[in-house]
């Protein structure tokens, strides 16, 4: 129930794929900027792949957070709105 609703906050802020978030070019930039700008951390899902090009648009984030620290670092991605 906490990932599904985790999840379903997270489909609100970005376009949104299972695991996975989808963006345009530029993923390695997106992904410092989230670093940097709010404190939250996304992988690019290329380096998961084999064939860098079929991961290139997406990034992976990491639910196994306690409850606290995942609702701050959705509440800090959604001021980015």
Known sequence: MVLASTSSRLRNIF??????????QGL????????ERCGVVAIPS???YDDKVAGRNLVRWMFSKRLEVLEEAI???ERLR
């Open 75 to 77: 509440e800090r991605l």
């Open 46 to 48: 290329s380096v998961f």
């Open 15 to 24: 376009p949104y794929d299972g695991h996975c978030a989808t963006f345009g």
């Open 28 to 35: 390695l930039h997106v992904c410092l900027e989230l670093a």
